[in-house]
């Protein structure tokens, strides 16, 4: 187990700054997910902690000890990349357990290292493939094998890098909960990088929002759902995307035009007068048989399982909302809506301006 501090992080290909001044402070046993896109510097940030690439200034501390002169086997740190690299002519057991064999973690017994891959196969639905052959596993068990190889073997730090992304949508929730669970036993330091916001959600304590090389937002998974730092990270997390409509401050409402207005959130920063964008998330706007600030009617209604969403046309705006089949909404139909105040989400509308207008957003400050 072991604190990790990274201090002013640069990294540049080219003129590509892959790694882009981030700095951030990862307390002993805790479960950092890093969020972004494909692109966003991820993976460079996950290597230049593993030491396998060499940063062009900034430093990585593991355990209040300075990484910048410690080679990459000597910082105790076990990552696993998203391509899957196992040994062709070793059985799945021999696969894992030769980095417990390696001697660069320590030796273990036989029956230490049977213990050890009995309980991560288990956890990761893999104990019946002991026996087989990397070219007589799918995808998908080769993928949990090579997840396995890393987490068989005691580290300070576990560096993941997508590794549930070659999983189909039901393994990869099932795996969700088993990474958690091993998470909690093992109690070790975790950077999870990923571009899947339920995965993030459901498993850090916190979460670092990524974008061009730069950390911009960092907090809980609650305080980032609840109080996004701009509409990069609002539309990051939920599926599908959060509305964004332009609007214009009045008095205690924002309108949207002809008419539509909603509340303005208790925590905006605003005066009369100023042009916003709102922030209106599907899951968060409720169709009712009674009173509401928003009209609309149906463009276009499609099932998702046990939900419906509809495309409604609202003042000239096109709202996404997601609603259950109970309420028999269908295409054409006219509908009334309604919002909480507190899921008002209100954002700068100036050119590359689009941060949160609130007096309190409870995370840390991120440039």
């Not at 087989?132 to 560096?159: C, H, I, K, M, T």
């Not at 909960?177 to 916190?206: P, W």
């Not at 009173?291 to 003042?315: C, P, Q």
């Amino acid at each position: 187990m072991a604190t990790i501090a990274v201090k002013d992080l640069q990294k540049t290909y080219g003129k590509t700054h892959a790694v882009n001044g981030i700095s951030v402070d990862i307390a002993d046993g805790e479960f950092f997910v890093i969020l972004g896109p494909s692109g966003a510097g991820k993976t460079t940030t996950l290597k230049s902690i593993a030491g396998l690439v060499d940063v062009d200034s900034g430093s990585v501390s593991i355990a209040g000890v300075d990484m910048t002169m410690v080679e990459p086997y000597h910082r105790n740190v076990a990552m696993a990349f998203e391509s899957y690299a196992l040994y062709p002519q070793k059985t799945v057991s021999q696969n894992l357990a030769s980095p417990l064999r390696s001697g660069r973690t320590g030796k273990y017994t036989e029956a230490q290292q049977s213990e050890r891959i009995d309980q991560v196969t288990k956890t990761l639905g893999i104990n019946h493939l002991l026996k087989r052959f990397p070219r007589e596993l799918s995808n998908g068990q080769r993928q949990r094998v090579a997840l396995g190889r890393v987490l068989v073997r005691p580290a300070d730090v576990y560096l993941l890098d997508e590794p549930l992304s070659h999983l189909d949508a039901k393994l990869r929730a099932q795996m969700r909960a088993e990474l958690k669970q091993l998470g909690a036993m093992s109690n070790t330091t975790t950077i999870y990088v990923t571009h899947d916001y339920q995965e993030a959600l459901a498993l850090g304590d916190r979460i670092g929002v990524m974008r061009e090389g730069r950390l911009v937002q960092i907090g809980t998974p609650d305080e980032i759902w609840r109080s996004p730092a701009d509409t990069f990270v609002a539309k990051a997390l939920g599926q599908p995307e959060i509305n964004i409509i332009d609007g214009v401050v009045d008095d205690g409402r924002i309108n949207l035009g002809q008419n539509l207005t909603v509340a303005i959130p208790q925590d905006a920063i605003v005066s009369r007068g100023d042009r916003v964008r709102v922030g209106l998330r599907p899951s968060d706007i409720h169709v009712t048989s009674g009173e509401g600030s928003l009209h609309g009617r149906v463009l276009l209604a499609e099932r998702l399982g046990r939900n419906i969403e509809l495309t409604v046309d609202v003042g000239g705006a096109q709202l996404i909302v997601l609603t259950s089949g109970r309420h028999g909404v269908g295409e054409g139909d006219t509908v009334t809506m309604k919002i909480a105040d507190e899921n008002v989400h209100v954002f700068a509308s100036g050119d590359g301006d689009t941060r949160r207008l609130s007096a309190d957003i409870p995370l840390e400050a991120v440039k």
